[in-house]
T-cell receptor
Framework: DQQVKQNSPSLSVQEGRISILNCDYT??????FLWYKKYPAEGPTFLIS?????DKNEDGRFTVFLNKSAKHLSLHIVPSQPGDSAVYFC??????????????FGKGTLLTVNP | DTGVSQNPRHKITKRGQNVTFRCDPI?????LYWYRQTLGQGPEFLTY????????KSRLLSDRFSAERPKGSFSTLEIQRTEQGDSAMYLC???????????FGDGTRLSIL
């Protein structure tokens, strides 16, 4: 049973426009949410995060919104650039005891930004 | 570069052989995680170390898998008697204490012939 879902396998946008990537989760015990970006042949790179007690976090062109009642979060990239083309993973953190904050990932969304 | 380092980057082996991967975390990070990623999926948690102590193992980690972090620095993941289903990308991540994100290495891609 997948606890973190990214229902759009791919998204294509024009350079300069907004990219919106969505993520839904089912476990209300998740306390932290993260977005990672992954280029081919590289490991995931941390992008931005948000605590479950907040509803918005912004870092430059990247903003993450959290709607706890809907168990939904989204990543906004404005303006989108061709270098943003990558697979984006949504991840949720769960404290599972013994100081372990393991991450549960969605399947990812391939973002393509066209020049 | 002081990021997470994983070796080898690629490993091709025959079914039934043993393989070992190494992960060198960011030096000041005391937490180390192993994940596995298969095609079309996100990374899945395998196991977690705080310093040298292995504090959690996923049900995904069968008896053929063993991980160590002997001195609380680098870690190794060994798979014995490899099977076709073990083919995947094995990712290592590390983090410091507190609300800090996990930082990933570039992974070891395992292919079983």
């Amino acid at each position: 049973d997948q606890q973190v879902k990214q229902n759009s396998p791919s998204l294509s946008v024009q350079e300069g426009r907004i990219s919106i990537l969505n993520c839904d989760y089912t476990n209300s015990m998740f306390d932290y949410f993260l977005w990672y970006k992954k280029y081919p042949a590289e490991g995931p790179t941390f992008l931005i995060s948000i605590s479950s007690i907040k509803d918005k976090n912004e870092d430059g062109r990247f903003t993450v919104f959290l709607n706890k009642s809907a168990k939904h979060l989204s990543l906004h990239i404005v303006p989108s650039q061709p270098g943003d083309s990558a697979v984006y993973f949504c991840a949720a953190r769960l404290y599972s005891g013994g100081s372990n904050y393991k991450l549960t990932f969605g399947k990812g969304t391939l973002l393509t930004v066209n020049p | 570069d002081t990021g997470v380092s994983q070796n080898p980057r690629h490993k091709i082996t025959k079914r039934g052989q043993n393989v070992t991967f190494r992960c060198d975390p960011i030096s000041e990070h005391n937490r180390l995680y192993w994940y596995r990623q298969t095609l079309g999926q996100g990374p899945e948690f395998l196991t977690y170390f705080q310093n040298e102590a292995q504090l959690e193992k996923s049900r995904l980690l069968s008896d053929r898998f063993s991980a160590e972090r002997p001195k609380g620095s680098f870690s190794t993941l060994e798979i014995q008697r490899t099977e076709q289903g073990d083919s995947a990308m094995y990712l290592c991540a590390s983090s410091s204490a507190g609300d800090q994100p996990q930082h990933f290495g570039d992974g070891t891609r395992l292919s079983i012939l």
